[in-house]
């Protein structure tokens, strides 16, 4: 069962990510009263805010139109897949790929110790 699954049963808001752009580093004061601020990176300009997430639409479009604002984007969290099933999948294809990779190297030597 999925994070979102059982988080579905309880009685907590349910909150989401968005991702906002901003043209000044300063700028990032003035979104708190639309949510809590997560994180923010001075380098790249972009904070990461937490809304109620039957509002977030409401708050992507209200935010996206203030000045300091370049960009907005919801964070794509519902779309990831932590089901162990599917994450031992990716490890063991992975696992695959590297075996497959070191084999040739292991015959590129080979060849060129010969």
Known sequence: MSINKEIESTHLVKRVALIIYLKSVSDQFKLRR???IVYFSKNMKYCVLYVNRKDAREVKEEIYHLDFVTYV???AEEEVNLDSQHIEGQLTEMAKEAEKKLQLEQEKNED???
Do not use: H, P
Request: hydrophobic share 35%.
């Open 34 to 36: 639309f949510g809590d």
């Open 73 to 75: 984007e919801i964070s």
């Open 112 to 114: 060129q110790m010969q």
